[in-house]
């Protein structure tokens, strides 16, 4: 690399040290734990902002769960998967499939403490380069798929970085192949005060509301209506 993309790595803060990364829940038993949101009904599906509050929810069996999306801008949610009492019937099943964890099912529940927060996911393997989408607040992400975790309102200005011209630029450096590791992409320098600034976050907002207007049409997915 030239010196000016040296200065960029050497100057802004990386990607790690600014946000969490991290998988979601892998359940070791879909066909049993996880629907299609239409085969459970959009009103028996629960909408917890936080763990916590989630598992107070003792009435409530299906959450949605971002699995199996490969598309970009706002996540389209197709799957709901069973967490009724932080997920106890899936944990059992975990303890029961491996049983050398111990019961320790962490290696396939992850940290259970970003469940239901918003993030940014990104396909690991994408023969047509980095591709991401924004996961709204109350959704259980899926293993398939790393997540970068952030409030709220950082998400559409880092995600517009990520996916610009100069973002994808220094992601096809960090991984020069057709997979998208979290340890390369973690080491993306981050401009902060770009992200922090108006301009940015307008064209941020006005170009993501374009990308809402075409997902929200998509009719298999419901929480965008």
Not at 16 to 35: A, C, E, I, P
Not at 113 to 118: G, K, M, T
Not at 179 to 187: Q, T, V
Request: with cysteine; aromatic share 12%; hydrophobic share 35%.
């Amino acid at each position: 690399a030239d010196a000016s993309i040296r200065r960029v790595f050497g100057e802004f803060p990386l990607l790690k040290s600014l946000y969490t990364l991290d998988m979601g829940l892998k359940t070791s038993g879909n066909f049993r734990f996880v629907r299609y949101w239409w085969a459970v009904g959009h009103n028996r599906i629960g909408r917890p902002t936080s763990r916590t509050e989630a598992a107070q929810m003792v009435h409530s069996k299906w959450f949605w769960y971002a699995k199996g999306d490969k598309g970009t801008g706002l996540s389209r949610l197709r799957y709901v998967v069973n967490w009724n009492r932080d997920g106890n019937e899936i944990k059992a099943h975990l303890t029961h499939q491996y049983p050398y964890l111990n019961g320790n099912v962490d290696w396939c529940t992850h940290d259970e403490d970003l469940y239901f927060r918003s993030c940014i996911t990104w396909s690991p393997v994408s023969s047509t380069g980095f591709r991401a989408r924004i996961v709204q607040p109350g959704v259980i992400t899926s293993n398939a798929a790393y997540g970068i975790f952030a409030e709220e309102e950082v998400l559409p200005p880092l995600y517009w970085y990520l996916t610009s011209t100069p973002g994808r630029y220094l992601i096809r450096i960090l991984c020069s192949t057709i997979n998208h590791n979290k340890g390369d992409l973690e080491k993306l320098p981050i401009p902060t005060k770009l992200l922090t600034s108006i301009d940015f976050r307008n064209s941020a907002s006005v170009g993501l509301d374009g990308i809402r207007d075409v997902d929200s049409s998509d009719e298999v997915d419901a929480r965008q209506q």
